[in-house]
């Protein structure tokens, strides 16, 4: 089948603002976009700029602006994103060329949370830190989160304020928050707490629709969110 590939490019070295650039691409509709977009870095313009690595939607790191939505390369099909097919670097992050973003205000955010289990305390029999299925399942939909960026560059108070930690950063927290082992929920919650920190939301649900792992990430800010209120006093 025929296909579009329409690319919003941008080289700060040349370029004053960015603009659109059209490739005519040969396509299977099993295909990914992100194989259109290997067919004109291999065979048309190998200047053209994008991040990718485990090509199976497990790594997050082709996650892009297409058709207007934040989504996978890597697993979009070019059957359901049709034959005129537009591709954007993802919004609220600056743009290093055509679709590459400079993250590091995304894991400025993500390191801030303490995305990582807290306790050093030994088990009485040496042996495992043990939970109930019921407390794996209090984290479970937030566990899957790939680090993508996705979520939170769909988020609109994101795009306005860059102080909000952002959606993918409050799943990572809700993650240890709610982990039974953990030691730092306090301490978490407090950063959640800040004028920054979960207070932001405005429950536009655009994380949500945006999540290439289905993960209810507005569900998971509210339950953060309840957590700060039943604090104790």
Known sequence: MDVEL???RFNPEVDATPHWESYALQAEPSDRVLDLLHQVKWFQDGTLTFRRSCAHGVCGS???LINGRNQLACAVLIRDAGT??????????????DLLVDQEGFWEKYRAVMPYLVNDEVPEDGGERRQSPA?????????RCILCAACT???PVYWTNPAYVGPAAIVNAHRFIFDSRDNAHAERLEIMADADGVWRCRTVFNCV???PRGINVTRAIMEV????????A
């Open 6 to 8: 329409r690319i919003r």
């Open 62 to 64: 082709d996650a892009m």
């Open 84 to 97: 005129h097919i537009s591709v954007e670097a993802m919004r609220g992050l600056p743009v290093v060329k």
């Open 135 to 143: 407390e794996r399942a209090a984290f479970e939909d937030t566990s």
């Open 153 to 155: 560059t769909a988020c």
């Open 209 to 211: 629709e945006a999540c």
């Open 225 to 232: 969110t309840r957590a700060i209120g039943e604090r104790p």
